[in-house]
Protein backbone atom coordinates (compact mmCIF):
# COMPACT_ATOMS: atom_id res chain seq x y z
CA UNK A 1 0.00 0.00 0.00
CA UNK A 2 1.37 3.15 -0.89
CA UNK A 3 0.08 6.81 0.18
CA UNK A 4 1.02 9.55 -2.14
CA UNK A 5 0.94 13.21 -0.85
CA UNK A 6 1.32 16.08 -3.41
CA UNK A 7 2.85 20.19 -2.59
CA UNK A 8 3.92 22.67 -4.34
CA UNK A 9 0.81 24.25 -6.18
CA UNK A 10 -0.17 27.56 -6.47
CA UNK A 11 -0.76 31.15 -8.57
CA UNK A 12 1.64 32.06 -11.07
CA UNK A 13 1.79 33.95 -14.00
CA UNK A 14 2.53 32.88 -17.93
CA UNK A 15 5.98 32.07 -18.56
CA UNK A 16 6.88 31.63 -14.58
CA UNK A 17 7.71 28.38 -13.03
CA UNK A 18 6.44 25.79 -10.55
CA UNK A 19 7.69 22.88 -9.13
CA UNK A 20 5.60 20.32 -7.66
CA UNK A 21 5.94 17.59 -5.80
CA UNK A 22 4.53 14.16 -4.88
CA UNK A 23 6.08 12.37 -1.86
CA UNK A 24 4.86 8.60 -1.12
CA UNK A 25 4.74 6.35 1.46
CA UNK A 26 6.26 2.91 2.39
CA UNK A 27 9.62 1.12 2.03
CA UNK A 28 9.43 -0.35 -1.70
CA UNK A 29 8.14 3.37 -3.38
CA UNK A 30 11.64 3.15 -5.02
CA UNK A 31 10.26 0.04 -6.94
CA UNK A 32 6.99 2.05 -7.94
CA UNK A 33 6.34 3.98 -11.18
CA UNK A 34 4.98 7.18 -10.75
CA UNK A 35 2.84 9.74 -13.07
CA UNK A 36 1.49 12.76 -13.13
CA UNK A 37 -2.00 13.74 -14.62
CA UNK A 38 -3.88 16.97 -14.17
CA UNK A 39 -8.15 17.93 -14.86
CA UNK A 40 -8.94 20.96 -15.95
CA UNK A 41 -12.73 21.80 -15.53
CA UNK A 42 -14.83 20.60 -17.84
CA UNK A 43 -11.89 18.40 -19.38
CA UNK A 44 -10.61 15.04 -19.39
CA UNK A 45 -7.62 13.46 -17.28
CA UNK A 46 -4.84 14.50 -18.68
CA UNK A 47 -1.08 12.53 -18.57
CA UNK A 48 1.44 14.69 -17.93
CA UNK A 49 4.46 12.90 -17.10
CA UNK A 50 5.58 9.84 -15.79
CA UNK A 51 8.94 8.01 -14.69
CA UNK A 52 10.06 4.43 -14.36
CA UNK A 53 11.99 2.63 -11.26
CA UNK A 54 15.49 3.54 -13.27
CA UNK A 55 14.75 7.21 -13.88
CA UNK A 56 13.27 6.83 -17.26
CA UNK A 57 11.08 9.23 -18.07
CA UNK A 58 7.68 10.14 -20.05
CA UNK A 59 5.45 13.03 -21.62
CA UNK A 60 2.64 14.42 -22.81
CA UNK A 61 2.83 16.07 -26.25
CA UNK A 62 1.53 19.51 -24.83
CA UNK A 63 4.37 20.06 -22.16
CA UNK A 64 7.31 18.41 -23.84
CA UNK A 65 10.41 20.43 -23.59
CA UNK A 66 8.79 22.64 -21.02
CA UNK A 67 8.21 20.03 -17.91
CA UNK A 68 10.87 17.53 -16.17
CA UNK A 69 10.04 14.72 -13.91
CA UNK A 70 12.34 13.43 -11.59
CA UNK A 71 12.75 11.40 -8.89
CA UNK A 72 14.42 11.38 -5.32
CA UNK A 73 14.21 7.93 -4.14
CA UNK A 74 15.78 8.75 -0.49
CA UNK A 75 13.55 10.95 0.08
CA UNK A 76 10.40 8.90 -1.12
CA UNK A 77 9.68 11.66 -3.48
CA UNK A 78 9.03 12.25 -7.25
CA UNK A 79 9.04 16.08 -8.64
CA UNK A 80 7.60 17.92 -11.79
CA UNK A 81 9.60 20.95 -12.61
CA UNK A 82 7.02 23.35 -14.60
CA UNK A 83 9.12 25.97 -17.26
CA UNK A 84 7.12 28.14 -19.19
CA UNK A 85 3.90 28.06 -17.70
CA UNK A 86 0.85 28.67 -19.98
CA UNK A 87 -2.92 29.46 -18.80
CA UNK A 88 -3.96 25.95 -20.34
CA UNK A 89 -1.65 24.24 -17.66
CA UNK A 90 -4.20 25.40 -15.36
CA UNK A 91 -5.37 22.12 -13.50
CA UNK A 92 -5.27 20.14 -10.68
CA UNK A 93 -2.77 18.38 -10.76
CA UNK A 94 -2.42 14.41 -9.62
CA UNK A 95 0.53 11.86 -9.01
CA UNK A 96 -0.50 8.65 -9.12
CA UNK A 97 1.83 5.35 -8.80
CA UNK A 98 1.72 1.11 -9.57
CA UNK A 99 4.11 -1.86 -8.31
CA UNK A 100 4.80 -2.31 -12.31
CA UNK A 101 8.05 -0.16 -11.91
CA UNK A 102 9.40 -0.59 -14.95
CA UNK A 103 6.32 1.17 -16.63
CA UNK A 104 6.32 4.85 -17.53
CA UNK A 105 2.71 4.37 -18.98
CA UNK A 106 0.22 7.14 -20.00
CA UNK A 107 -2.54 5.46 -19.28
CA UNK A 108 -4.33 6.60 -15.67
CA UNK A 109 -6.08 3.07 -15.24
CA UNK A 110 -2.66 1.67 -15.16
CA UNK A 111 -2.23 3.55 -11.96
CA UNK A 112 -3.39 2.11 -8.47
CA UNK A 113 -3.17 4.91 -5.55
CA UNK A 114 -3.63 8.69 -6.58
CA UNK A 115 -2.85 11.45 -4.51
CA UNK A 116 -4.93 14.15 -3.64
CA UNK A 117 -4.34 16.52 -5.91
CA UNK A 118 -2.56 20.00 -6.22
CA UNK A 119 -4.15 23.13 -7.79
CA UNK A 120 -2.07 25.28 -10.52
CA UNK A 121 -3.30 27.97 -11.79
CA UNK A 122 -1.28 30.06 -14.25
CA UNK A 123 -2.81 33.77 -14.89
CA UNK A 124 -2.40 35.49 -18.28
Known amino acids: QVQLVEAGGGLVQAGDSLRVSCAGS????????VGWFRQAPGKEREFVAA???????AYGDSVKGRFTISRDDTRRTVYLQMNSLKPEDTAVYYC??????????????????WGQGTQVTVSS
Open 96 to 113: AAHSRGWRAGDEAQDYDY
Open 26 to 33: GRTFDSYA
Open 51 to 57: INWSGTA
